[in-house]
T-cell receptor, first 109, second 114 residues
Framework: GQNIDQPTEMTATEGAIVQINCTYQTSGFNGLFWYQQHAGEAPTFLSYNVLDGLEEKGRFSSFLSRSKGYSYLLLKELQMKDSASYLCAVPGSGYALNFGKGTSLLVTP | DAGVTQSPTHLIKTRGQQVTLRCSPKSGHDTVSWYQQALGQGPQFIFQYYEEEERQRGNFPDRFSGHQFPNYSSELNVNALLLGDSALYLC?????????????FGPGTRLTVT
């Protein structure tokens, strides 16, 4: 099975940089996803990492280390609209996505 | 290009009743997955439908059942509702042929059981 851990809550200041960590344990690795979810809305896809290293996509970057079972999502130049829950997910056996509980990020002025 | 759509948006039911939720996948997608998300938790996988059959199931009781139609749309049925079934129900679609693990989520149905 999968065990996915991420911090429950984080707070950061507008314009700053924040790093949201995710550790996972899985039997058979098929990549790692990050989703953003605003309150009451659907999760939206941010990134998918299957190889080690950093992938940058605008203000958001995602890092993966398969040997350490570790990933992080890096958000730069934080904006108020970045206040949301960030979900780390790994595919399980078959096609199901197994999600962590999510990290609630609050961006303050 | 229409994304994933779900209906209804909100629903209030009484304990013991039955409910049906509906989902239309993103255009070009042939696979539909259903997730339950309790408040403050990550989504939990219920089951996935492909070619009108349940392809995979998570750890949910038989009270949760589903169906997929020839046009790839899907329904989630929950019988004998419990208070604990109150949650946001998310539908996600994917294209099994090209990107089976990249799932696109709909806006969800907020179910409240009283």
């Amino acid at each position: 099975g999968q065990n996915i851990d991420q911090p429950t809550e984080m707070t950061a200041t507008e314009g700053a940089i924040v790093q949201i960590n995710c550790t996972y344990q899985t039997s058979g690795f098929n990549g790692l996803f990050w989703y953003q979810q605003h309150a009451g809305e659907a999760p939206t896809f941010l990134s998918y990492n299957v190889l080690d290293g950093l992938e940058e996509k605008g203000r958001f970057s995602s890092f993966l280390s398969r040997s350490k079972g570790y990933s992080y999502l890096l958000l730069k130049e934080l904006q108020m609209k970045d206040s949301a829950s960030y979900l780390c997910a790994v595919p399980g056996s078959g096609y199901a996505l197994n999600f962590g509980k999510g990290t609630s990020l609050l961006v303050t002025p | 290009d229409a994304g994933v759509t779900q209906s209804p948006t909100h629903l209030i039911k009484t304990r013991g009743q039955q409910v049906t939720l509906r989902c239309s996948p993103k255009s070009g997608h042939d696979t539909v997955s259903w997730y339950q998300q309790a408040l403050g938790q990550g989504p939990q996988f219920i089951f996935q439908y492909y070619e009108e059959e349940e392809r995979q199931r998570g750890n949910f009781p038989d009270r949760f059942s589903g169906h997929q139609f020839p046009n790839y749309s899907s329904e989630l049925n929950v019988n004998a509702l419990l208070l604990g079934d109150s949650a946001l129900y998310l539908c996600a679609s994917s294209d099994t042929r090209t990107s089976p693990r990249e799932q696109y989520f709909g806006p969800g149905t907020r179910l409240t059981v009283t």
